[in-house]
């Protein structure tokens, strides 16, 4: 990958359009011979790869299994190392929280502590959203600020919360309050660095009037505090690549990622055909359209490798509605691969399906794993993608003479 | 690609000999169901393909379309991002001039002014090359030194020459005089670091004596400069290597290239059968030879398919002659794609073929860059073709016990 300096001296505004349609944890191993994206029936995708070019991507590097964040910092163009997203930034863009630079997030888990303070359940029995939100709502009454910061709660599910401190002359390097292990009191916020002074003393005034507000409210009568971060100062897509960049996508999560690089979050419904209607809404308004599927992943971390098939067959099924809009380039991929045998992450390369006019045409014919691996981009970097597409656009200018 | 303090380490002379076949812009995209490498009848370049090995080069990384200068320095083995060839220096080269490590040489353009200064066309209505050279002369005779450096021009072609400035004390860091648009000044050259303040008055002084030497000559009466630059500072071959490098090539730019890293350029004539010939009458003088065919890079940019393909052609015709020399490693490639779909540089990785009695064998049969994108060699950085040569001549130690 080129430094984001000469990204951003090559970059060209065009009226050509990208779309970047993302099946979360597409790709799989095989069982029983076959891995989902080969188990299903994909006449659409199978054309595309027949007339168009195939590869594999890396998210992080080989071995490298990837949350959510890192894959999709990476397949968004940037350096998955370099921009790492604290977990408080991720668990408050994973419920559609809109964040300053400047705030400090920490994800919050409800506890129990005995007489002495000694903690006896990290997680407060798994006490119920709806509790959650009660306890949250009877902190929120009590706490309205420490220490002149402003504190915003937000319910997640069962135990867990987010926090977020917002004032002036915050800094995410607190260390972490949560004691790890049963039988010992939680840890007081600490300043990892003398700016983090401030926030240290906010968070620990903060913890003790919410054990105060919490007393009665047993097994939830205390919490702990881990993640603590701020937005990461990340090049905006828009600067970068001068595109006019949009997400569709269901899951908060991934709006909030999205929003993180600069793209405009366009509302949508539930379904994957929602999301192909709002970009077709949509498509006049922007030049790049990061489209995302989740149910793919969800499946393959259940271990549902027939409804992962589903999910990918109903994809193929509805794609002649994306591609009547024609755009100028077309990617198929995950951003990280999820495999059913795994029911979790893992680190095999994303199947990378690439359509354009000027692709070079390889000897592949249908979407799946073992064909990416002998398609014609070979294996890249994911964090390249974006280049690829851009330069497929025509939207990158000559390096050097 | 190891550091090249590493590859110095390792490199060791020996008497094997290296051919580094270069066919400019050789990698292109399939229209009507061929790319020219495919559509060509290459019996000699298949069977090297048959007996060795196949891969796809990148000259920078996955969508960046390099100039001619970074894709050299990348194939030459060297980080085209890190040793970047300024465009005075890239035209300099490109017309055979001989330059200094400390020299600065400007591309410059002849424009036209009005009586208040004003640029009315910033390249002087194209003047013929004759007029440029007659101009030269004039401003080379009224103008031999400024400040103490010394000034050397050349024409190029048409509105375009170059000056060089020679003498102690110059930096390369000296802004363009060029306003970019009509109606406006020319802009007075100023240092962008302290270190360039001499340089920058230089500069300053020439334009001033040679719109008084061009004064009667509208419409070439003013200069535009751009694209300040010396020599790079760059690890030569014969050091890194412990190569004898030698340049075939009839075209100055790549000749200039290959001076710029060491390679001694020997003298030869316009035909790839000359360069074959030059080959031939050197073989004992050096173990590394970088030879370069020009047209089909040329034919790419024309968009001439037929044509491109009868270079391709007229090589495996000559290749047998290049054998007969019996060098202990080949490699065929390009610097860059210039698909003639596009006119133009572009961003698909080179076709790679090695032939040397150590290759890992693959399942290729023939030259082609589909066949390239499931070669033995994979897909790798141009920047890493150097090693895989210098190994496969057995010219590379072991890395550690």
Request: net charge neutral; with cysteine.
């Amino acid at each position: 990958m080129v430094p984001d300096s000469v990204m951003k001296s090559l970059s060209v505004s065009t009226p050509t359009r990208i779309v970047l349609l993302v099946m979360d944890g597409l790709g799989d191993v095989r069982q029983q011979g076959k891995t989902p994206l080969e188990a299903a029936r994909t006449p659409v995708l199978d054309r595309l790869a027949a007339e168009g070019t195939l590869g594999l991507s890396d998210p992080i590097a080989s071995g490298i299994t990837p949350g959510s964040g890192p894959a999709h910092v990476s397949l968004f163009g940037y350096d998955p190392i370099r921009y790492q997203i604290g977990r408080g930034i991720l668990e408050a863009t994973g419920i559609d929280m809109k964040l300053k630079p400047s705030d400090v997030a920490t994800r919050g888990n409800f506890a129990s502590m005995d007489a002495g303070g000694l903690i006896t359940d990290r997680r407060a029995g798994r006490i119920s959203t709806e509790k959650n939100a009660e306890l949250v709502a009877v902190m929120s009454a009590a706490i309205r600020e420490v220490k002149g910061v402003e504190v915003i709660l937000r319910t997640v599910k069962e135990h867990r919360f987010v926090a977020v401190f917002r004032g002036a002359g915050l800094d995410q390097r607190v260390s972490e309050t949560d004691p790890q292990v049963l039988g010992k009191k939680s840890i007081p916020a600490a300043a990892l660095v003398p700016e983090a002074q401030k926030t240290a003393a906010a968070v620990n005034e903060f913890i003790a009037r919410a054990n105060e507000a919490l007393k009665a409210h047993h097994p939830a009568n205390t919490l702990l505090l881990r993640g603590f971060s701020s937005p990461p100062t990340i090049p905006q897509m828009q600067e970068l690549y001068k595109l006019k960049p949009a997400a569709i996508a269901t899951y908060p999560m991934y709006r909030g990622l999205a929003r993180l690089v600069g793209m405009s979050v366009l509302p949508t419904g539930e379904t994957v055909e929602d999301e192909f209607q709002t970009l077709k809404e949509n498509w006049d308004r922007f030049d790049f359209f990061f489209v995302h599927v989740k149910k793919t992943d969800s499946y393959g971390e259940d271990g549902n490798f027939p409804a992962k098939v589903k999910v990918i067959e109903e994809v193929d099924r509805l794609l002649p509605r994306l591609l009547e809009l024609k755009p100028d380039v077309l990617a198929v991929t995950g951003d990280h691969s999820t495999p059913c045998l795994l029911k979790g992450h893992s680190w095999h390369p994303n199947p990378f399906l690439l359509s354009s006019p000027y692709v070079r045409v390889d000897e592949t014919n249908a979407f799946s794993e073992a064909q990416c691996a002998r398609g014609g981009l070979g294996r890249f970097p994911a964090e390249e993608s974006i280049a690829l597409l851009l330069a497929n656009a025509l939207k990158l200018e000559k390096f050097g003479a």
